[in-house]
């Protein structure tokens, strides 16, 4: 079974700083993995998603995320944070064999933006 | 497009009611949906997983006469707590898909449940 972590329980960035926020995934082969984001009292909206090809994805809102197959890591990355950017980030795996799309979420990480 | 919503956003009922939560894709058919449970700054716990016209499978620990699900339709699923006590206080999000793992949750709005 597929499972994942996210080491950072909460991170505070100064607006305009750089941002990676890590995602650790366990496997037995290569998963489908995600990053969502959670606004206060929200549902999830979707970050961007990794399936197969080039391990550099782009997402909305400027994010990024690459995957590491070595590393077994799927970190999340943006450049220049905002302000609107302050939220709950969750990594999430799935598994490819699965005939349903079936995903587990990490414990998710606080973005705090310091201003 | 691939918008879900859930209807109510906010419920507040006595101890020993049901209450039902509805979840809809408006604009795509969902084969699958799932129901999560999130406790107040924990992560999403998959509670069960439905699809339409079959019986839904919960997960280990869910008890599924506790939380009754439907998927009567390719875009709408319910999840009722059935005598709800102050314990099943959460808030309750669905997503939908359509059948195959390639395809993506789309997450509704989620439902806060408060159970006095």
């Known amino acids: 079974a597929q499972s994942v972590t996210q080491p950072d329980i909460h991170i505070t960035v100064s607006e305009g700083a750089s941002l990676e926020l890590r995602c650790n995934y366990s496997?037995?082969?290569?998963?489908?993995l995600f990053w969502y984001v959670q606004s206060p009292g929200q549902g999830l909206q979707l970050l961007l998603k990794y399936f197969s090809g080039d391990t550099l994805v782009q997402g909305i809102k400027g994010f990024e995320a690459e995957f590491k197959r070595s590393q077994s890591s799927f970190n999340l990355r943006k450049p220049s944070v905002h302000w609107s950017d302050a939220a709950e980030y969750f990594c999430a795996v799935g598994a490819p064999e699965s005939s349903a799309s079936k995903i587990i979420f990490g414990s998710g990480t606080r973005l705090s933006i310091r201003p | 497009g691939a918008v879900v919503s859930q209807h109510p956003s906010w419920v507040i009922c006595k101890s020993g009611t049901s209450v039902k939560i509805e979840c809809r894709s408006l604009?795509?058919?969902?084969?699958?949906m799932f129901w999560y449970r999130q406790f107040p700054k924990q992560s999403l716990m998959l509670m069960a997983t439905?699809?339409?016209?079959?019986?839904?499978?919960?997960e280990q620990g869910v008890e599924k006469d506790k939380f009754l699900i439907n998927h009567a339709s390719l875009t709408l699923s319910t999840l009722t707590v059935t005598s709800a006590h102050p314990e099943d206080s959460s808030f309750y999000i669905c997503s939908a898909s359509v059948l195959g793992p390639r395809e993506t949750q789309y997450f509704g709005p989620g439902t806060r449940l408060l159970v006095l």
């Open positions: 604009d795509f058919q969902a084969t699958t």
């Open positions: 439905s699809n339409e016209g079959s019986k839904a499978t919960y």
């Open positions: 496997y037995g082969a290569t998963p489908y």
